[in-house]
């Protein structure tokens, strides 16, 4: 594993050339570069030189969740695609696993999903999914970058894409979602709150509960174009946790913006979050022997109660950096079908290519009525340690470099391994932050390491 100072300079090197692409495709503030109709056409058109493999006639579908701006990428998206001869199926709004379902489904050659996941709606952004499904790789991005930068030689008149609408995809992945659920098992009798964040998932996920016979109470069911992800959703539980306890239900599901993530709540409120739940699937998964790998992949953020949990139940914990395409390549590696991270994105790879917040659900709450239990005798698998994550948006990134910055992370670090705790400085893929986390059993050191290193960060970037 790189040391911290190798991390550094490598993301430094990386703002020096012209990247597109963070942890999660492209994203930024919808109509400001990157996120501009111009890039975007042109990365539709990298996009399609790279993907045209072959003689067959070549298809790509495309995805949004409920954003104003979606508007507008998806058209800037159709005309690149277009105008290299690739054939358009316009999906509408529908959760990132859709669409990665519907790439392989439709045997299309590169699949689209226009979203920013849980960033407010003046955001927007582009993932991108192979043939096969999966997120592409570096590589392959590295190569569109590369080619948005070159001649792009248009296909001829004679030879242009057509577009299409698809009007039953939300009906073919609903489909697909309910037959993850176990056969012959239902949800007759469970009174659930689903908050779909106004996001893509505002059809389908009441409508999949529903049809499993579940009580339904919906929120975040409103789309407006402005309103995604607002107060509501995965990353803002304080509704759901309220509706839940106002209505008596017997658990809340919480999805992000596009879908991709999962976060619930006990009957009495308490939160469940991505950690939990993957421990609670996998020693579901694992006492029925279906866990694969011996353990379960994670991020470095994952709590150190998850890790020392699975391995007194004899599994590993594989962690690798943030990122769910990070965490499924890992997967494929160590041969596990489990795997996610602590902000909800859950990837059961017997079903999925990607992080699907409903099919996730739909696996927890199989636990639940197999065992007839309520959500907070089964929820709470583990014990999590304390841990405390700060961010901070410097003004350049260049203060990461600084050596007292360098020193006092080192510093904390030491201390940290005497006492068995992590400690974590990360650029966010997904917003200009960085992310600062400990974790360990001594909350008041955490505190304290903490709060110096984002004096120290913070003093020199003010220089």
């Known amino acids: 594993m790189l040391s911290y100072m190798a991390k550094a300079k490598l993301n430094l090197s990386l703002d020096m050339n012209p990247r ?15 996120m501009t109709p111009e890039l975007i056409m042109k990365t539709a058109m990298a996009a399609a030189l790279q993907f045209t493999r072959g003689e067959h006639r070549h298809s790509v579908v ?9 508007y507008m990428v998806e058209s800037a998206l159709t005309a690149g695609f277009v105008a290299m001869g690739m054939d358009v199926t316009l999906l509408g709004p529908l959760p990132t696993p859709a669409v990665a379902m519907l790439t392989r489904s439709l045997r299309a050659d590169l699949g689209v999903m226009i979203s920013a996941s849980h960033n407010p709606y003046m955001d927007n952004g582009i993932k991108f999914f192979g043939p096969d499904g999966f997120k592409l790789s570096d590589g392959e991005e590295h190569a569109i970058e590369e080619r948005i930068q070159g001649c792009m030689p248009l296909a001829h008149s004679t030879l242009l894409g057509k577009a299409y609408r698809l009007d039953d995809a939300a009906g073919r992945y609903i489909e697909f979602a309910k037959a993850t659920f176990p056969r012959g098992m239902r949800l007759d009798g469970l009174k659930i709150v689903v908050d779909c964040a106004h996001g893509a998932a505002y059809k389908v996920a009441p409508k999949i ?26 990353t803002a539980l304080k509704l759901l946790q309220e509706t839940v306890l106002n209505h008596k239900a017997d658990l809340g599901i919480a999805l992000d913006g596009d879908a991709d993530r999962l976060m619930m709540v006990d009957e009495e409120g308490t939160i469940l979050d991505g950690d939990q739940l993957l421990a609670l699937i996998a020693s579901s998964w694992s006492d029925n022997g279906g866990l694969q790998g011996k353990g ?19 599994l590993r914990l594989i962690r ?39 099919i996730a659900a739909l696996q927890c709450l199989s636990v639940l009525v197999k065992g007839q239990s309520k959500a907070s005798q089964i929820g709470h698998v583990f014990e999590p340690v304390p841990q405390i994550l700060t961010s901070i948006r410097p003004s350049s990134f260049a203060c ?47 505190n304290k390491l903490v709060r110096q290193i984002v004096t120290i960060i913070e003093g020199v970037d003010n220089q």
Not at 213 to 232: H, K, L, Y
């Open 20 to 34: 597109f692409f963070g942890t999660d495709g492209i994203r930024g503030q919808a109509n400001v570069w990157p």
């Open 62 to 70: 495309i995805g949004k969740d409920t954003r104003q701006s979606g």
């Open 209 to 234: 509960l529903w049809e499993l016979g579940a009580e339904i109470i919906p929120i975040g069911v409103s789309p407006n174009g402005t309103n995604i992800n607002e107060e509501c959703g995965a």
């Open 296 to 314: 379960v992949v994670a991020t470095q953020m994952s709590n150190l109660g998850l890790e020392r949990y699975l391995n007194k139940q004899g």
């Open 320 to 358: 690798t950096d943030v990122g769910d395409r990070y965490v499924f390549e890992a997967m494929r590696t160590h041969h596990c079908n489990v795997g996610g991270e602590q902000s909800g994105h859950i990837i059961l790879r017997d079903y999925t290519t990607t992080g699907d917040g409903i």
């Open 400 to 446: 990461l470099m600084d050596s007292s910055v360098i020193q006092s992370i080192q510093q904390a670090e030491n201390q940290l391994k005497e006492k068995g705790g992590r400690l974590l400085i990360r650029r966010s893929g997904t917003e200009p932050l960085v992310r600062v986390m400990a974790q360990g059993d001594d909350e008041l050191l955490l």
